[in-house]
């Protein structure tokens, strides 16, 4: 089988103690994350052969890291050695990527400085039928920008399926670039996108329906959800596929989740999973995102697609840390369990 490829920036997340705690304690759990990553390692949890590019300075922490990796069944041999740093963010226990508290440490990494005409993604993309990428890399830099452009272009050549996760962070799009003025650049070479209908509106500039939004009940969400995709499809002929994940804070009483899938012109619908107790919000999408994978290559009904999806999803808000440890039996027993 041939193996996907997750390309985007690597980073070390610290999670400090709420109130100064983890100061007198002397220590801070430190987890290995970036939304490429995980979906890298989900998927080499799932036994899909996977290959992750990133950019790390040349030191023995970086081995380290790469060591890591590879005990992980992630293939790093597309991994470039230049830059002077690995990108860093601390997320306070307890909280999620959108907390204000999160504090991102990235600026000038490895990663979001490497240039294009450096790598040779003939190589890189030897022996890979799927290349996944996500909004998060060309948020940035203008140099992380034109290295996805060369990796798409150079994998559109090939055939290759290319996917994208619409994940929007604003604390990182510092540039001087608004996201919709980047991102569809990049999502024309796309034959697969995953996000929601906001993060649709915020980084390709489709519109959203107030009259739907305003009733916030679960039917108009769907109705969205299928007018979003019909946008996307308008707008970028070469996507087929179209996910949109639907997580709700139920006041402080847990989470309501569910996904969609259009695609040949269908809609297909997850069960809703609710839970009242959540360990770790972190990596949650990027699971959904690697879900998606794991289904379309493995050449499964669009209805197991996203009911996979959404309870790998699911499942990721009761695991500690960045990515997933779930098999793919404990992801088909959420399944069951939630109809």
Not at 48 to 70: E, G, H, R, W
Not at 153 to 177: C, E, F, H, M, Q
Not at 270 to 298: H, N, Q, R, W
Request: hydrophobic residues 40%; charged residues 15%; aromatic residues 10%.
């Amino acid at each position: 089988m041939k193996k996907v490829l997750c390309l985007g920036e690597l980073l070390l997340r610290l999670s400090p103690a709420a109130n100064g705690e983890w100061l007198r304690s002397n220590s801070m759990p430190v987890f290995m994350g970036g939304a490429e990553l995980n979906v890298a390692t989900a998927l080499a949890v799932w036994q899909m052969p996977v290959k992750y590019f990133t950019a790390l300075p040349d030191n023995n922490l970086s081995k380290d890291i790469a060591a890591y990796l590879q005990q992980k069944n992630i293939d790093t041999s597309p991994v470039v050695y230049k830059g002077d740093r690995v990108g860093l963010y601390y997320l306070q226990q307890g909280t999620d990527m959108k907390s204000s508290g999160t504090v991102f440490d990235r600026v000038n990494s490895s990663f979001a400085t490497l240039a294009t005409g450096v790598v040779d993604w003939d190589a890189v993309l030897q022996g890979v039928s799927w290349l996944h990428f996500s909004a998060i890399a060309p948020a940035l830099s203008e140099s992380a920008v034109q290295l996805c452009k060369e990796a798409l272009v150079t994998a559109a050549g090939k055939n290759i399926t290319i996917s994208v996760d619409l994940n929007y962070r604003a604390p990182l799009w510092k540039y001087g670039k608004q996201p919709s003025a980047v991102m569809p650049e990049l999502v024309q070479y796309c034959d697969v996108v995953m996000g929601n209908i906001w993060a649709a509106n915020t980084l390709l500039g489709i519109p959203l329906e107030p009259g739907l939004i305003e009733k916030r009940s679960r039917q108009a969400f769907l109705e969205h959800a299928t007018i979003t995709a019909q946008r996307i499809q308008a707008t970028f002929p070469t996507c087929k596929t179209i996910a949109n994940t639907y997580r709700f804070d139920e006041g402080g009483e847990g989470i309501r989740y569910y996904a969609t899938l259009n695609a040949k012109e269908q809609q297909y619908v997850s069960p809703e999973f609710t839970t009242p107790v959540v360990v770790d919000k972190v990596g949650s999408g990027d699971c959904f995102m690697a879900g998606l994978i794991y289904g379309i290559v493995s050449g499964h009904p669009e209805q197991d697609i996203i009911n996979y999806a959404a309870a790998a999803a699911f499942g990721k808000l009761q695991e500690k840390g960045d990515t997933t440890n779930n098999s793919v039996a404990t992801i088909q027993n959420i399944i069951r369990q939630h109809g």
